[in-house]
């Protein structure tokens, strides 16, 4: 075809749109979320598990968040809870993306035809089913109650079967994108001056390939907490007393209706953070689109 | 290549491509390419010159007949044999032929230390002569591509086909995407380029105004098969083939 | 000359801080065939897009000077009553390309849809078949039942300008329309452009970055340069006696008048950029008859410089009677 090609956009006309606000309001979010976390649980005066005052107490100045059904510190608790739930969300889906990128990129790239079908069967599979009842399963699998090292009862079920099942969707996203990537004429320009497949599928495919599966990567958090919190109601995620999310809502939904701060309050730091992650996400997944 | 080895760098005989039972691409394709010739490959879409193309520089192994490259026919030349390196690539779209994430500098130092021992600080130097030759200098070495022009682009891509002392350019519309006051700086440089490194060049392009600037012998293809070869100049001014007439009658402006 | 029908008189156009047109001034007259050619960046698709109203909606804003249409100011004119203008009064075909046509749609519905909204009187599915004869398409009702990507490249333009032709426009804006097409068939376009011309009177403004497509098709001619028309005349005159540095260079880069051997003319350095623009005239730092006052005096076109052959042209030293080397 010989045709004129679309030059980028100039600057002058790359639309305006909420992105650059977006982003800058989620990040202070989720900045604020974060530094919360590290910073409350290390210097409240109270711990997440001491019993500090009568049960049900409502905010109050010396507990912000008030007490709940056992008269600990909702403030310290629902930061200390944040901290684990972002921090094993995040190592998880860490894991999970970089593992995934380079198998997608490798699946990709690879010559045999069979190891491409085979390990797309097994992808479409994990991504084929409930990804809770998935999880849900894996858990009973390698036990809720295990505790291993510094690691809360909960939490290595939790990161094991996240990390089973979470790489499929990176894999998948990361071999569409290097499929995409080896008909560019750079890669082909690469293979002509005689690289190795290596150098050819790390320096030159995998950097577009780690940019779209990061972005993505990044939306995953809040899904990922937001599943967490929704396994306590099941009984199969972080197990008490250790503070978490979802078990602080599970415990105080009975109350509700008379002590609503136990439930609510860490609700609403969790709707806040992922709503931080979205506007962030966007605005990178934003950046990519109009960048091309 | 010496008289006395009167090999040609690339033959092509009896080239035929087919992605679908039945249906040719290209067909009973034949060239020849020695030291320092110049070669158009004239056609529509559709008409095949781009595949042929991608057969004469080993990207596509023909399913009939052969490409040799000195002698030795692309389907036994390994990444890392010293044939790979005599024939490169021009690309028509000049952004994407360069890797996004790269500068100049990277793009041509990273094909110069593929092939020669030398440290980055040396590979660099080299990339920016290089650069330099090919009329880039200046913090535009430094630029990721969005931030060059197509014809600052394409003059990268030249940069890093020579960075492996090819014998042979094959230029795939390199300016079939470019302005006009752009192309002509691209054209002149090929030639250029042919003149002072005795590089061979195999110019593929739609624009007969181009192929007759740039090249001694041409090929006209058409739905696959090659319809009229022979010498630039003599076959512009009379065409033999229908077709060929066909196409210089629809050259507007002339 | 009768009135003109369309007009550009001094449009500049700002992005925020960029101003990718300065001053565009052009007049196309009923059935007339007018040019207008430039390189990527010289902002001649962002003046179709100011003449088709579109300014506002890509994010930008005319800060000065008038559009007129039939001799109304149409400048001001909101998005409403733009509406009434596109496509019954100026019509538009863009560049030859899969994506011009919607892909999920059989290309007679896209037709009648057109039809219906632009043409209420007719009916629909005889509108539709009317046009695809009108323009050239063989077997009409199997086209009609036709998806875009079963169409060749040729017969999807064909499709484009029959879509442009449904609410009878006096005015045809065509943008780079045949440049993606191969020779052969951009000929048989430019010759249906021309019959459509002759046939229904219109008026047809076309976009181009080919000097040769314009001789094949125009009468007149203008050379647009970072937003900014450099000269304006008879499309033979402006070809054989360009009278400004840019057409003139522009002219002689054109590969397929060069002599085999001798290097192809090039411009040095890179055209302005819309947020940093230059004083004075916007070639002037490239041009090799430059003079002081062009870097510092702005020129345009109705500045009164008129060259002996008759064009019109921005440049100072293509007054009357001086000649340049």
Redo the contacts between chains.
């Keep these: 075809m010989e045709s004129v090609v679309d030059q980028p956009l100039p600057r002058w006309r790359r639309a305006r749109t909420f992105g650059h606000t977006g982003r800058v309001i989620g990040a202070g979010l989720l900045v604020g979320v974060v530094l919360l976390c590290v910073f409350v649980p290390l210097l409240w005066p109270y711990g997440p598990n001491e019993i500090v005052a009568p049960a049900y107490q409502a905010p109050s100045w010396s507990h912000p968040f008030g007490t709940d059904t056992t008269g600990r510190d909702v403030f310290v608790r629902t930061f200390a809870g944040g901290r684990l739930d972002l921090a094993v969300a995040a190592f998880a889906i860490a894991v999970s993306c970089a593992l995934g990128t380079a198998i997608g990129t490798a699946v990709a790239l690879s010559r045999r035809r069979w190891v491409d079908t085979l390990t797309m069967r097994l992808i479409d599979g994990l991504i084929a089913f409930p990804f809770v009842v998935l999880i849900l399963a894996l858990i009973v699998v390698v036990g809720p109650g295990l505790e291993l090292g510094p690691l809360p009862a909960g939490v290595p079920a939790l990161l094991v079967s996240l990390l089973l099942v979470g790489w499929a969707i990176y894999a998948r996203l990361g071999r569409a994108e290097a499929q995409s990537l080896r008909q560019r004429d750079y890669v082909l320009a690469a293979e002509l001056l005689g690289y190795s497949r290596a150098r050819v599928a790390v320096r030159h495919v995998l950097p577009e390939v780690w940019r779209i599966t990061a972005a993505y990567a990044v939306a995953d958090v809040i899904l990922v907490v937001v599943v967490m919190a929704g396994l306590a109601f099941l009984g199969a995620g972080v197990q008490p007393p250790t503070a978490d999310w979802g078990q602080m809502m599970y415990e105080g939904r009975t109350v509700l209706a008379t002590s609503w701060w136990i439930t609510v309050l860490p609700g609403v730091v969790l709707v806040l953070t992922g709503l931080g992650v979205t506007l962030v996400a966007d605005s990178l997944l934003g950046a990519r689109e109009r960048g091309k | 290549m010496s008289a006395a080895q009167p090999q040609p760098l690339l033959a092509a005989r009896d080239v035929g491509v087919s992605y679908e039972e039945g249906k040719w691409a290209v067909r009973g394709a034949d060239l020849e390419v020695a030291a320092g010739d110049a070669v158009g490959i004239v056609g529509e879409s559709g008409s095949g010159k781009s595949t042929f193309a991608r057969t004469l520089v080993g990207a596509l192994l023909p399913s009939e007949g052969a490409v040799e490259v000195q002698g030795r026919p692309w389907s036994e030349v390994s990444r890392k044999d010293p044939q790979r390196r005599c024939a490169q690539l021009i690309f028509q779209d000049p952004y994407s032929a360069l890797n996004p994430h790269q500068t100049p500098i990277q793009t041509v130092a990273e094909a110069i230390r593929h092939w020669r021992r030398l440290d980055r600080r040396e590979a660099e130097r080299a990339a920016a002569e290089l650069l330099g030759e090919t009329g880039l200098s200046g913090d535009l070495l430094q630029r990721r591509p969005a931030r060059l022009s197509g014809g600052q682009c394409q003059r990268v891509g030249i940069a890093r086909a020579l960075a492996c002392e090819p014998a042979v350019l094959i230029a795939d519309e390199p300016t079939s995407a470019l302005d006009a006051s752009v192309q002509s700086q691209i054209l002149n440089l090929l030639v250029e380029l042919r003149q002072r490194r005795g590089l061979a060049l195999v110019l593929i392009s739609h624009d007969l105004g181009v192929v007759r600037y740039v090249t001694e012998r041409a090929l006209v293809m058409c739905d696959g098969a090659v319809v009229e070869a022979g010498e630039t100049g003599p076959m512009f001014a009379a065409p033999r083939h229908p077709y060929t007439r066909a196409l210089l009658e629809s050259l507007p402006g002339v | 000359m009768s009135a003109p029908l369309l007009e550009l008189e001094h449009v500049a156009v700002a ?4 101003r ?1 047109l300065v001053d565009v001034n052009l007049e196309v007259g009923p059935g007339e065939l007018v040019a207008i050619v430039g ?3 010289s902002g001649k698709s962002l003046s179709c897009r100011v003449a088709l109203g579109m300014t506002e909606r ?2 930008g804003r005319v800060v000065s000077g008038r559009v007129r249409f039939r001799g109304d100011d149409v400048t001001a004119l909101g998005e409403r009553g733009w509406r009434r203008l596109r496509g019954r009064e100026i019509g538009f075909v863009p ?1 030859a ?1 899969i994506a011009s046509l919607y892909p999920l749609g059989r290309v007679g519905g896209q037709l009648k849809a057109a039809a219906r909204m632009l043409d209420p009187e007719s009916d629909p599915e005889e509108r539709a078949l009317e046009l695809l004869r009108q323009v050239h398409l063989p077997d009409p009702t199997r086209v009609m039942e036709a998806y875009p990507h079963e169409l060749s ?1 040729g017969m999807r333009q064909r499709v484009m300008i029959a879509l442009a032709l449904v609410g009878r426009p006096a005015v045809l804006i065509a943008d ?1 329309a045949t ?9 048989a376009i ?1 010759e249906l452009l021309r019959e459509l011309r002759a046939s229904t009177g219109m008026s047809i403004v076309f976009v181009t ?8 098709l125009c009468s007149r001619v203008y050379v647009m340069y970072g937003g900014e028309m450099m000269e304006v005349g008879r499309v033979a005159d402006v070809m054989s006696a360009p009278s400004h540095p840019y057409t003139r ?2 002219v002689s ?6 002599e ?1 051997g001798v ?5 040095q350095g ?1 055209p302005p950029d ?2 940093h623009r230059p004083p004075g005239c916007p070639f002037a730092p490239r041009c090799a008859h430059a003079l002081t006052e062009c870097s510092t005096r702005e020129v345009v076109l109705g500045a009164g410089v008129r060259t002996v052959v008759g064009q019109e042209t921005a440049c100072w030293r293509a007054r009357e009677g001086e000649v340049l080397l």
């Design positions: 992005f925020g801080a960029a990718p390189e990527t960046g890509l994010g560049q390309s490249g780079e440049t993606a097409l191969d020779v052969t068939v951009q000929g430019l970055h080919d000097l040769g497509v314009v001789q094949e260079a522009l880069a054109d590969v397929r008048h060069a085999v290097p192809l003319p090039v411009i890179m819309p947020a």
